[in-house]
């Protein structure tokens, strides 16, 4: 009888009201340089392991250039490629995407929806990985716990590939 | 330095690679370890040289060259020259997973002496009989068996094409040959014939070395069970070899075997 009290706390809080949610905030920098290329960027939710729990938003060029299949250029991701990329079967439905110019894009994902799915309580790190065509490559990580009790917000800053991104949690 | 004298270095560099360390290094450089996308080449270098990756000295044949790809059946390479110091070639990775590039040699090497004047000579078991005359003096035979490597992944890496085939020395990865990073040790056995080669010195070194003023080679060594660990300092494409020495000769001229294991490994910044 002594295990109720945490039971019930449990119970609580793997049966939430409202779906939990991460709201995510990503920002590509403009680059002053003569020849640009969008970023191919992706976005992934990694355990302490670095295994993936969720593959977010995968960005990259959908058509074949006279440099070949887009998808030819995605090892550059070289983490995303690492830790999950590569074993994927591409497209993935509502996690490929276009490339994105410059500017600020907010990003909603949602407990129990595709492509978050269903994370189980713990620790995490959101990762946003971004890599430029005769550019640079950086990655950006952003440590949370899910789904917290409170409202979390997060940020981090990207040095050159990356501006700033922020996660918002609502429990 | 003489032609002929020139020839023999070269010789005794591909097909004995001698425990000395001045030994020339054979090579692969792929164009690319990791590849993706709806039509994946990679484009390969083969050489010997002294300066890793610089091709200076001599091309390596291509016809020794195997591909195994990531079914465990043989690939073709394409587009295959040799020029003066490098030979090149293309392969298309038609299928998912990891392909092993390799060039393979076995051989007998001998040397004697007929008429006062020193001799050598290469070849197989078979031909050794009837290729050194019976007024040889001084004929010494050893026997070589060289592997120079390296891997190429397309999408994830897999396991199939790296399978051991039990013959002279051979490298199994524990880590993935084309998944290294630097900062990560990586652990890697080396077989003799199949079974765990201990107690072999490794060696790596990274390439570029023109633009620096040591060769800053890692050093490991086998344990009982052939394992070693390397950790890269910094990312690059890296020679790593390992020599030994037994008498399973395979030839009854032959009273030593000389082994050699090379693979070109690239390890990618985190």
Known sequence: ?171 | MHKRTLKWIVLAAAIAAPLAAQAHKMWLLPSATNVAGADPWVTVDAAISNDLFHPDHHPASLDRLVIIAPDGQTAKPANGITGKYRSVFDLQLDQQGTYKLALVSQGLFASYELDGQKKRWRGSADELATAIPKAAKRLQVTASSNRVETFVTNGKPSDAALKPGGQGLELVPVTHVTDLVAGEPATFQLLLDGEPASGLKVTAIAGAIRYRNAQDELTAQTGKDGKFRLTWPHAGMYWVNAAAEDNHSGSKLADKRRLSYTATLEVLPE
């Open chain 1, 1 to 171: 009888m002594r295990r109720l009290p945490f039971f019930c706390c449990a119970l609580l809080l793997a049966a939430p009201l409202a779906a939990a949610e991460l709201n995510l905030a990503v920002q590509i920098p403009e680059q002053n340089v003569a020849e640009y290329h969008r970023p191919y960027t992706a976005i992934w939710i990694e355990r302490a392991d670095h295994s993936v729990a969720a593959q977010l938003a995968a960005w990259y060029a959908q058509k074949d250039s006279k440099e070949g299949a887009g998808s030819k250029w995605l090892p550059d991701l070289r983490q995303w490629w690492r830790r999950g990329g590569r074993a994927l079967s591409l497209p993935v439905d509502g996690v490929s995407g276009a490339t994105r110019p410059a500017g600020q894009y907010q990003l909603k994902f949602v407990e129990g929806q595709a492509p978050l799915g269903t994370l189980a309580a713990g620790d995490y790190v959101l990762v946003v990985e971004a890599a430029r065509e005769v550019g640079g490559r950086e990655a950006v990580r952003v440590p949370f716990s899910w789904p917290g009790t409170a409202t979390q917000h997060l940020t981090a800053q990207g040095s050159r590939e990356l501006g700033a991104i922020s996660l918002d949690i609502s429990p």
